[in-house]
């Protein structure tokens, strides 16, 4: 494996391939004002939960680092992604709606976002990847474990490269985000890959 | 796959509201019974729905029977149906060899309704509740939680077969369960995908789905070869569509190139059927129809089970590939209950009634929300398996 780009994101700092990013206002706030600066085409971006714009704004200033032409049809890029909380914030926002017998207003567009896998379909769409997406939560943040995790989705042998994403978004105000793309040839293991993102999750 | 590695099965259960074990919920299936009944006024959803439930009390007394009160039902039914399956597979699961891998869309859910109490508020995770669950069986290694839409049950057995193909581990204990409540209900309803009577799959009258509940479990095992009687997961493929994250792609694209994945060099006339998603929404069953038929599948038949368990989630895969192995192993392809008149764009080989088959392989489909499509190739003995 090789690790081709990397991002780490936090509400209080943000580090695109070793350099550090400046960043404005706090909470969904400071997603917003991200995606004004670095993206600004994709509309759809405002209708998204917390995680989906956390995974979507983190996943547009890593894609836009990388050499390569975007938007081009492909199978062979994955988007793996995994966290503690899963979908916990849209949840709590939808129980909120469904609550109270008298004030009952289950809204499909919130619905939608009570599964975790959403964000990754979001920048599958965005990116026009049929590859595989998927969503695995763990009881806490374990790199040995994600490593494994990546290394085993290589043996798809379609997949030449994943954007492996922990994107933990436990409150509106409260996140942790590693972005990594990691490709199929190189020399790194997956201890090596794990070793990594352990010292960026410190660094947080 | 490594040239000396085949994912056997070694042992599986189910517990849903027909009935407890692979056996009583085959033979429910073959005679055509379903669990599916209309609530009216239940967790006071306002409008009746009609849904695959287990009776509350029964099933209480079935778990406190099992001192699994300080588990929540979710957990309860996780445990159930993995203790029944290790039983047969002679296996320790308290060794560091084994890894769980779970398949859920919603978990404990149902804690975040201020009106259910008596147990922690950090169960809701499903880190936390899986580990909770491992624990019951001593094991020591983190679980893996799959929770991608309705294809998880689908995606935990793909993530099994990695593991232990890429040597990490020597057996998975697979296990799929969800349970319903409010919060999953009242969705579904908001999103106008619930019918209001007994879902009817690939029918020309389908007007939705139907949710059920239930657990399933498989515990696969690493080995150079397979026994002919033995069941292997050959080969799956993970797919989106990528063209919207709540309805399926017109061109069946996610679903069409998880097929062609599982299938390439795979002679489809080796087939008894395709085990499809068949939810008996408009969409769904429209797009498979398209995806199964673009994939050259078209004189193979299909089939869907929904019709007697309702859509399980989580459960789903791994439920429904049990069955569908049994069936194999029974030598017919089961019928489609709900199923009379063809209501999709391209015609597929469906029944209501059980046909006789000599095939020994299957693909299991699915397909959900965020645009994901998962197919795995099944085989008995594992020759076919190249």
Not at chain 2, 92 to 104: I, M, Q, R, W
Not at chain 2, 185 to 193: E, H, I
Not at chain 2, 256 to 279: I, M, Q
Not at chain 2, 323 to 344: I, N, P, Q, Y
Request: proline share 4%; aromatic share 8%.
């Amino acid at each position: 494996m090789r690790i081709k780009k990397w991002l780490s994101f936090s509400p209080d700092s943000l580090s695109l391939n070793g350099e550090t990013l400046g960043v404005v206002g706090g909470g969904v706030e400071m997603l917003h004002e991200l995606y004004r600066r670095k993206v600004g085409d994709y509309p759809k971006f405002f209708k998204m939960d917390m995680l989906g714009k956390l995974g979507f704004v983190a996943s547009e200033l890593l894609l836009q680092s990388e050499d390569a032409p975007r938007f081009v049809p492909r199978e062979d890029r994955s988007v793996v992604f995994c966290n503690r909380s899963a979908s916990l914030v849209a949840d709590r926002r939808y129980q909120e709606t469904i609550s109270d017998a008298d004030n009952y207003y289950p809204s499909p567009a919130l619905f939608v976002y009570t599964l975790p896998n959403i964000v990754t379909g979001e920048i599958a769409i965005r990116n026009k990847y049929y590859g595989e997406t998927s969503f695995v939560v763990l009881e806490k943040f374990d790199p040995e474990q994600i490593a494994m995790h990546v290394a085993a989705a290589f043996q798809d042998p379609v997949c030449q490269s994943q954007l492996v994403g922990w994107t933990e978004c436990s409150d509106e105000s409260h996140w942790q985000c590693l972005m990594l793309l990691v490709e199929r040839e190189g020399e790194l293991d997956r201890h090596g890959l794990a070793a990594t993102l352990e010292r960026m999750f410190t660094s947080l | 796959m490594g040239d000396d590695a085949m994912i056997v099965k070694l042992s599986d259960h189910i517990l849903s509201p027909l009935g407890d074990g692979t056996e009583a919920n085959y033979m429910a299936v073959r005679e055509g019974r379903s669990a599916l009944k209309r609530y009216s006024g239940k967790w006071h959803v306002p409008e009746p729905f009609v849904a695959s439930l287990f009776d509350e009390e029964a099933f209480a007394a079935e778990s406190s029977a099992l001192h699994l009160e300080s588990y929540t039902p979710f957990e309860q039914v996780l445990v159930r149906t993995i203790r029944a399956a290790l039983e047969n597979a002679h296996v320790d699961a308290a060794s560091s060899k084994v890894v769980f891998v779970f398949s859920t869309t919603k978990g404990n859910v149902c804690l975040l309704d201020e009106h259910v109490s008596g147990f922690p508020q950090e169960r809701v995770l499903l880190g936390v509740s899986a580990r909770k669950v491992c624990a019951h069986f001593g094991n020591p290694n983190p679980p893996v939680v799959v929770s991608n839409a309705c294809i998880s049950g689908l995606c935990a057995q793909i993530e099994a077969m990695r593991l232990l193909e890429g040597g990490f581990y020597d057996y998975a204990v697979v296990a799929g369960a969800d349970m319903q409540s409010q919060f999953i209900v009242s969705g579904f309803q908001s999103f106008k995908a619930l019918s209001d009577e007994p879902c009817r799959p690939f029918d020309a009258a389908r007007k939705g789905l139907n949710l059920g509940e239930a657990a399933a479990c498989i515990v696969y095992a690493r080995r150079e070869k397979a026994q002919p009687e033995e069941w292997v997961a050959c080969r799956g493929a993970i797919r989106n569509d990528a063209n919207h994250i709540s309805g399926p792609s017109r061109e069946g694209e996610g679903s069409y190139r998880a097929l062609k994945a599982v299938l390439a060099g795979f002679d489809a006339g080796e087939l008894a059927f395709v085990n499809a998603h068949g939810t008996a929404t408009a969409y769904n069953d429209e797009m498979e129809s398209v995806a199964i038929t673009r994939a050259g599948l078209a004189e193979v038949p299909v089939n869907g089970l929904k019709g007697h368990f309702g859509h399980t989630m989580g459960a789903a895969g791994v439920l429904e590939t049990i069955l569908s192995m049994r069936a194999v192993d029974d030598r017919c392809v089961l019928g489609t209950k709900g199923f009379e008149h063809c209501g999709v764009s391209h015609p597929l080989r469906l029944t209501a009634q059980h046909q006789s088959t000599d095939k020994r392989a299957f693909v299991k489909l699915l397909s959900g929300f965020g645009g994901c499509n998962a197919a795995l190739l099944f085989a008995k003995g594992g020759g076919l398996c190249v």
